[in-house]
Nanobody, 126 residues
Framework: QVQLVESGGGLVQAGGSLTLSCAASGRTFRPYAMGWFRQGPGKERDFVAAISWSGRSTDYADSVKGRFTISRDNAKNTVSLQMNSLKPEDTAVYYC???????????????????WGQGTQVTVSS
């Protein structure tokens, strides 16, 4: 019931910053949770950050806490991920996820989302 398209990926040097955006479209009739996940080369898809409908509740993976910030603009149907102090281990395909089955909660597991974007590549060089 919602379509997601990520953008903003690219190549950045270690210590640099990058902002990812996710645009949602389609008919939505209730609040929904959104989040970011990533999948590095030869690795499984891991949780990065999540945000509730209101934006008042957020959660982050320990590996990105203090460096990444998730935010959303419901008027524009977008969610963003500001990434600072990037490290080579942050290199991955980043996926935006959403689910309209909930109210104002954060969802931190892949199984908790039923809508996914196609992903955007983030490469951090040494």
């Amino acid at each position: 019931q919602v379509q997601l398209v990520e953008s903003g990926g690219g190549l950045v040097q270690a210590g640099g910053s990058l902002t990812l955006s996710c645009a949602a479209s389609g008919r939505t009739f209730r609040p929904y949770a959104m989040g970011w996940f990533r999948q590095g080369p030869g690795k499984e898809r891991d949780f990065v950050a999540a945000i509730s409908w209101s934006g008042r509740s957020t959660d982050y993976a320990d590996s990105v806490k203090g460096r990444f910030t998730i935010s959303r603009d419901n008027a524009k149907n977008t969610v963003s991920l500001q990434m600072n102090s990037l490290k080579p281990e942050d290199t991955a395909v980043y996926y935006c996820a959403a689910d309209s089955r909930y109210s104002d909660i954060v969802v931190t597991i892949t199984g908790g989302y039923n809508s996914w974007g196609q992903g955007t590549q983030v490469t951090v060089s040494s």
